[in-house]
């Protein structure tokens, strides 16, 4: 997939909580192993119980968009050749209460709708300066 944003835009600084998130290819979250909540994005400290170890949840990557909005004035001058575009709220559906923010690509922005159905795709990036390969997730309409 071509970058959306092209290949000057910042990639994510990456560290042990978010690396799989931004690395694996499949929408990764974080679990606690003391008492099983899924929270995102990832933190120190369990948001439930205060837990401190966590797992891998491997969502199946599916949600439904809760909420859009269609950038149409470039906040950036990166952006400049991309407006208008949307940026979406979507529920995951495996993964109850946990919302992410994203891009929808292969819609035009207006045609995005809250309610619709959206599955992650990845994006893939290599950060010039270590060779780091990046996955990172968008979203498409599941038709």
Same mark, same amino acid.
């Given at each position: 997939?071509?970058?959306?944003?092209?290949?000057?835009?910042?990639?994510?600084?990456?560290?042990?909580r978010?690396?799989?998130?931004?690395?694996?290819?499949?929408?990764?979250?974080?679990?606690?192993?003391?008492?099983?909540?899924v929270?995102?994005? @990832?933190?120190?400290?369990?948001?439930?119980?205060? #837990?401190?170890?966590?797992?891998?949840?491997?969502?199946? #990557?599916? #949600?439904?968009?809760?909420?859009?909005?269609?950038?149409?004035?470039?906040?950036?001058?990166?952006?400049?050749?991309?407006?208008?575009?949307?940026?979406?709220?979507?529920?995951?559906?495996?993964? @109850?209460?946990?919302?992410?923010?994203?891009?929808?690509?292969?819609?035009?922005?207006?045609?995005?709708?809250?309610?619709?159905?959206?599955?992650?795709?990845?994006?893939?990036?290599?950060?010039?300066?270590?060779?780091?390969?990046?996955?990172? @997730?968008?979203w498409?309409?599941?038709?």
């Amino acid at each position: 997939m071509t970058r959306i944003l092209g290949e000057n835009w910042a990639l994510p600084g990456l560290d042990d909580r978010n690396r799989a998130f931004f690395t694996s290819g499949v929408l990764t979250l974080q679990r606690c192993q003391s008492c099983s909540h899924v929270q995102h994005p @990832p933190e120190d400290l369990c948001t439930s119980c205060q #837990g401190t170890a966590f797992e891998e949840f491997k969502s199946a #990557g599916r #949600g439904r968009i809760e909420s859009v909005a269609v950038v149409h004035h470039p906040v950036h001058p990166a952006l400049a050749d991309h407006v208008p575009y949307a940026i979406v709220l979507v529920s995951v559906a495996d993964a @109850p209460g946990i919302l992410i923010t994203g891009n929808v690509v292969g819609t035009a922005p207006e045609a995005v709708k809250i309610g619709a159905e959206v599955r992650v795709i990845f994006e893939e990036a290599t950060d010039p300066s270590d060779g780091q390969v990046f996955q990172i @997730p968008q979203w498409e309409i599941v038709a």
